[in-house]
């Protein structure tokens, strides 16, 4: 079934590497096989908080994020399957004057690169969203046409568009070591068998750190669970999606009622199992109650867990390394799923023509050797790099 | 069409977990993602043996080889105000 030589291997049958298999063979690239160790999309893209924006802080996520969110507008039509993409919009909650003041910032900076998103004042909020505590809310970002889709549904719509084209995925099949000779990939090592071939991408999630360990090269990233909770059904409270600075917490009412979110412990120790624990439960549960007091009533139903290969800044490596000739990163994804039909997009037009796109070009992995990380202010992730009030 | 309803919280009959068996979801977790079984109110409590043993039929796997999808927290739902609490009661019992 596997063929021993491939053009190009993807390692990886997340939404990254699916995403940038499909573009590929869209563009006509060649032989592509994608590797996966489990079931396809059996990572942190099928665990994550499926919630779309590009309303961000800085230039470059803006940048590239907006490009994604382009994408996804035609993304069920383009895949010829259902995504449901839904826009109910998508808020960055400012709870306090200082939140808010960023937020103004942040809309002013998102308006230079064309956003329609708006900057509401508490008033405005609380008509938006009558369940949040008045004293969380001083005001937020609003980005009308961000919204969510289903993760699942992603991963299959490109998986079976990339196998129509002619992508060979494999999945229950580990990799087991790269070849590497005169600093040139070789070949590709799996648990079935020996593959040839002179390009590898690395899109292993949070297995990242492992893979580039078996060509020798370290990445500036470490590999972090995160949590989340879902509740039974409820009534139909919350419209948007919702991001809070404050508390590092993200949350969404799904389609069938039920409240979806995720937040972020303060400590955050690098971790690489899947187990739920019970610091993140209570961390949660306080933070949710805490934004909408309705909620300590409703029944948490099911908490789970997923990894993502994490950089200092949050922010991906996209792009080829200097050490090794035809391995390329495609990792430290924590915003992969709404990144994901940009980064495949962007990074197949590399691969194709050896040009780096503008959009990705800041990612690259040097910049972390530099000393210049990018800095993002409107995120929910603590970061290593922020100097002050968390990643507010 | 079977009107056999397999899963309760959300009305999947054994119809359509043949049919997404046979659309190529022949793994238990993604036959968990494409219907949602396991991941209604009763988080499988009700439907997992029956759901385990049409797709071990339809898959020719012996049910005992089988993967059950991992049992997550908490055993059975509990409302997010007992949790929003500095101690657990539990930690109270132990004192």
Redesign the interface.
């Known amino acids: 079934m596997i063929k021993s030589n491939y053009d190009i291997v993807i390692i990886g049958g997340g939404v990254q590497g699916l995403a940038l298999a499909y573009n590929l063979a869209k563009n006509k690239f060649g032989s592509i096989a994608v590797i996966e160790k489990?079931?396809?999309?059996?990572g942190a893209s099928?665990r994550n908080g499926e919630m779309l924006r590009s309303a961000f802080a800085s230039n470059e996520w803006i940048q590239f994020f907006d490009k994604s969110m382009q994408l996804w507008e035609t993304l069920s039509a383009e895949l010829d399957f259902n995504v449901m993409f839904t826009h109910c919009g998508y808020l960055v909650l400012a709870s306090t004057s200082k939140e808010f003041e960023l937020c103004r910032e942040n809309v002013n900076t998102q308006h230079s690169f064309g956003l329609k998103t708006k900057l509401l004042n508490q008033r405005d909020v609380l008509k938006l969203i009558p369940a949040l505590n008045p004293e969380m809310v001083s005001g937020g970002t609003l980005q009308s046409n961000g919204g969510f889709a289903r993760h699942?549904a992603v991963v299959?719509a490109y998986a079976g568009a990339a196998k129509r084209l002619g992508v060979d995925i494999f999945?229950y099949t580990e990799v087991t070591g790269i070849q590497v000779e005169a600093g040139t990939v070789r070949s590709v090592k799996t648990s079935k068998s020996e593959i040839s071939t002179s390009l590898v991408v690395n899109a292993a999630g949070g297995h990242a750190g492992d893979v580039a360990g078996m060509v020798g090269v370290s990445l500036p990233s470490q590999t972090y669970r995160l949590e989340m909770i879902v509740?039974?059904?409820l009534k139909p409270f919350l419209h948007p999606m919702l991001a809070s600075l404050n508390t590092l917490s993200y949350m969404h009412q799904s389609t069938r009622g039920e409240f979806v979110g995720g937040a972020e412990t303060e400590t955050l120790p690098p971790a690489k199992s899947?187990k739920?624990t019970?610091v993140a439960?209570?961390d949660m549960?306080?933070k949710?109650?805490?934004l909408f007091p309705g909620?300590?009533?409703?029944?948490?139903?099911?908490?789970?867990g997923g990894i993502v290969d994490m950089t200092p800044d949050i922010a991906p490596v996209i792009g080829p390394v200097k050490k090794i000739e035809g391995f390329i990163l495609d990792c430290g994804w924590v915003y992969g799923f709404v990144g994901a039909p940009a980064a495949g997009e962007l990074l197949a037009q590399y691969i194709m023509t050896g040009k780096m796109p503008p959009e990705i070009q800041p990612f690259n992995v040097e910049r972390f050797e530099k000393g210049e990380p990018i800095i993002d202010r409107s995120l929910v992730v603590p970061s290593e790099t922020e100097t002050e009030g968390g990643a507010a | 069409m079977s009107k056999k309803i397999v899963c309760f919280c959300h009305d999947i009959t054994e119809t359509d977990l043949i049919n997404t068996i046979e659309a190529g979801y022949d793994?238990i977790?993604?036959l968990k993602?494409?219907t949602g079984v396991f991941?209604g109110?009763c988080?499988g409590k009700m439907c997992m043996q029956n759901v385990l043993k049409i797709f071990a039929r339809e898959t020719g796997q012996p049910i005992e080889s089988l993967r059950v999808p991992?049992l997550?927290?908490?055993a059975e739902?509990?409302?997010?105000?007992s949790?929003?609490?500095e101690t657990?009661r539990g930690d109270d019992d132990k004192e």
């Open positions: 489990s079931y396809i999309g059996s099928s699942d299959w999945p509740t039974e059904p899947l739920s019970l439960t209570q549960a306080r949710f109650t805490k909620l300590a009533s409703a029944r948490l139903m099911r908490q789970w | 793994h977790e993604m993602r494409f991941m109110p988080q991992t997550r927290p908490p739902p509990i409302p997010l105000g949790l929003a609490t657990l």
